[in-house]
Nanobody, 115 residues
Framework: QVQIVESGGGLVQPGGSLRLSCVASGSIFSPYVMGWYRQAPGKQRELVATITSTANTNYADSVKGRFTISRDNAKSTVYLQMNSLKPEDTAVYYC?????????WGQGTQVTVSS
C-alpha cells in the first residue's frame, strides 16, 4: 500500500524556520513530481512548491526567496525548508506525490506562526 507521511510541523515565532519532510513508500515506481500544498481556514488549498525527478522546481510567488524544496530520490523523500516565516504562512501543509500512474496525498501537518 502506498503511504505518504509528513513530519516537521509545529509552532514557530515570526522570522523563525521549520523543515518539513515527506516520505513516500509502498510503490515499486519512483515519484515523478513531489510537492507541498497548504490550506488555511476558510481558504482553498494552494500550491506552495513542487519538484520533479530531475530537480526542476516551481514556487508560489508568496514563498519565493524564503522556502526551498528539495528531494532525495533514493529515499523517495521531499523536503521543504521554510525560513523567515510569517503569520500568513499558518496552514495545514500537505505532501503530494505524483507517480504518473496515480497521485497521493499525505494527511497533512500543522504549521503555526505566531508570537
Amino acid at each position: 500500500q502506498v503511504q505518504i507521511v509528513e513530519s516537521g510541523g509545529g509552532l514557530v515565532q515570526p522570522g523563525g524556520s521549520l523543515r518539513l519532510s515527506c516520505v513516500a513508500s509502498g510503490s515499486i515506481f519512483s515519484p515523478y513530481v513531489m510537492g507541498w500544498y497548504r490550506q488555511a481556514p476558510g481558504k482553498q488549498r494552494e500550491l506552495v512548491a513542487t519538484i520533479t525527478s530531475t530537480a526542476n522546481t516551481n514556487y508560489a510567488d508568496s514563498v519565493k526567496g524564503r522556502f526551498t524544496i528539495s528531494r532525495d530520490n533514493a529515499k523517495s523523500t521531499v523536503y521543504l525548508q521554510m525560513n523567515s516565516l510569517k503569520p500568513e504562512d499558518t496552514a495545514v501543509y500537505y505532501c503530494h506525490v505524483d507517480y504518473g500512474r496515480g497521485a497521493y496525498w499525505g494527511q497533512g501537518t500543522q504549521v503555526t506562526v505566531s508570537s
